[in-house]
């Protein structure tokens, strides 16, 4: 035969890990963020506080003694602060206690545990069937001492000033400024890499390679990633064995951050973050503007389905730093682990902490005492199960882009999954003083068929299309709402179906 039609190409993919996940892979998980020394102490202690600008007494091992909390709530992998040795000194801007002054990067920080103590960690996360990503910070290190006054022999393995940029203040307006200018200050400077020196990124590319094997390390988290020169992350990333990163690029502009997607697999959504933030914090929020952003984010990123959706992190003020009305977080909380991408929950939403700004905003969690009864730790697993539930039955539910179906000035509903396995969930800013409303959600947009039976499986509701499809859900002082073909949700236990 002279046409093509002879043959036939099967493409089998062989994935050349030995451990560690692929992006797609990360896709499915649901992941807890833990600064390691805020989250739990080796003796498991729940006394008293501490100064939140020191180290506070959270180990690897702690860690390990806890991990049934995290489990428990639906989390399938934990994304932990940076590993490495820093310098440990009580400075005017705080200790080293997050992680991110690198010293030595062939060290591990001794506040923490030792090589065991983490490994440990991974074999009892994979024991588990979870998983572990690592912050990684290859952009600079950190030096106590002004930026003039650097001692560059202390750095392992940068232990030259010619690894290193001049230092100069960050012009934000300038992206070769972002790039080789230096963070910090003059107390804590943290000088900035030459990344774009090939020595420089073979150094990192050796060391990422041992870590994430010394380690069996999953995925990484990815520092001040709009810091480094874009052409280093394939290295980077080919060295890490293709696991799944996401980097920080904090700035809320789809056009200043999915074009990143282009040299690293995925990033946090920070867009979507500022646009739920505003959308959902008072009742005057714009849902407008969170329509167009999730529209914006989709056409502009080459895959939002890969990226980190977040509500709180350690450098932002927590949700209820804005607002303790519990609906309005109970809902923003709800929004960001529905949306496209991997769910991330940063350690003490669930214990509705709200600290503002850092460090206020770093709370030891052990103070809240790991209750597992609290209202948004309930909130949360219900999150994670009927988002694991709506995998199991469909696992294209990930790929399917999620979209606005319907909104208005108080309310937006959201589509996510293929008609008969879709999550359509309802959201408004109108608050707990906001009265119950009914909204029709059409057959057209929502996938609903005439007749279906479809459960609202936060409050359990029983619901039932009209003969056109149509599906009447009432928002009973604002909460949010999520709907689910009933007949799709037998076996999964949700709803006591
Ligand atoms: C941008 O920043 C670089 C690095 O600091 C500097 O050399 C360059 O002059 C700056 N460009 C402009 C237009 O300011
Ligand atoms: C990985 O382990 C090897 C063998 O113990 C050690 O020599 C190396 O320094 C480690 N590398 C890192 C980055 O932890």
Redesign the pocket.
């Known amino acids: 035969m002279a046409t093509s039609l002879g043959f036939l190409y099967v493409f089998i993919s062989i994935v050349a890990l030995v451990s560690g996940l692929t992006p797609a892979q990360w896709r499915s998980q649901s992941i807890y963020q833990v600064m390691t020394d805020r989250f739990a102490r080796t003796d498991g202690s729940t006394t008293a506080g501490c100064d939140l600008n020191e180290y506070c007494g959270g180990t690897w091992q702690g860690l390990i003694n806890r991990l049934d909390y995290i489990q428990s709530m639906g989390f399938t992998a934990i994304w932990i602060s940076p590993v490495v040795k820093n310098p440990i000194a009580s400075t005017q801007d705080g200790n080293s206690y997050h992680g991110y002054w690198a010293q030595d990067a062939y060290a591990l920080n001794p506040k923490f545990g030792t090589s065991a103590d983490l490994k440990a960690l991974s074999n009892e996360l994979h024991s588990r069937g979870m998983y572990l990503m690592v912050d990684v910070v290859p952009n600079h290190m950190g030096s106590i001492s002004s930026q003039t006054t650097v001692d560059y022999s202390k750095f392992n393995p940068f232990n030259k000033q010619s690894y290193f940029h001049k230092p100069?203040n960050i012009?934000y307006n300038?992206q070769?400024?972002v790039t080789?200018?230096w963070l910090g200050d003059n107390i804590v400077s943290l000088p900035d890499l030459r990344t774009e020196d090939s020595n420089v990124a073979n150094m990192w590319n050796t060391w990422i390679g041992q870590l994430v094997s010394n380690y069996s390390i999953d995925g990484l988290r990815i520092d001040t990633a709009q810091q480094i020169d874009t052409a280093f992350w394939a290295g980077f990333q080919s060295a890490a064995k293709g696991i799944h990163t996401l980097g920080e690029v904090f700035n809320g502009d789809p056009n200043y951050i999915c074009p990143y997607q282009n040299y690293l697999h995925g990033i946090l959504n920070y867009g979507t973050y500022y646009w739920i933030t505003q959308a959902f914090q008072s009742t005057s929020g714009s849902i407008s503007n969170l329509v167009n952003g999730i529209n914006q984010m989709k056409s502009t990123c080459k895959d939002v389905t890969v990226l980190g959706s977040f509500l709180e992190n350690h450098d932002n003020p927590r949700f209820p730093s804005y607002t303790q009305d519990i609906v309005l977080i109970r809902t923003a909380i709800t929004f960001t682990m529905l949306a496209d991408g991997i769910p991330i929950i940063y350690q003490g939403q669930e214990q509705k902490f709200s600290g503002s700004n850092v460090p206020s905003n770093r709370e030891a969690l052990w103070t809240a005492k790991y209750n597992q009864n609290a209202d948004l730790y309930l909130h949360i697993q219900k999150l994670n199960r009927i988002r694991s539930w709506a995998i199991r039955k469909d696992s294209t539910y990930l790929t399917y882009n999620a979209w606005p179906i319907w909104s208005d000035s108080k309310t937006i509903v959201m589509r996510k999954g293929y008609a008969g396995k879709q999550i359509v969930s309802v959201y408004s800013n109108s608050g707990s003083n906001g009265g119950t409303r009914t909204i029709t959600i059409n057959s057209g947009n929502s996938g609903f068929t005439a007749g279906e039976k479809v459960t609202e499986v936060l409050r359990c509701e029983a619901l039932t299309a009209d003969s056109r499809g149509n599906v009447g859900v009432s928002i009973p002082t604002g909460r949010p709402g999520i709907l689910y073909p009933t007949a799709g949700l037998r076996g999964s236990g949700i709803c006591g179906l």
Do not use: E, F, I, P
Request: hydrophobic residues 0%; charged residues 15%.
């Open positions: 100069c012009d300038n070769t400024s080789q200018c």
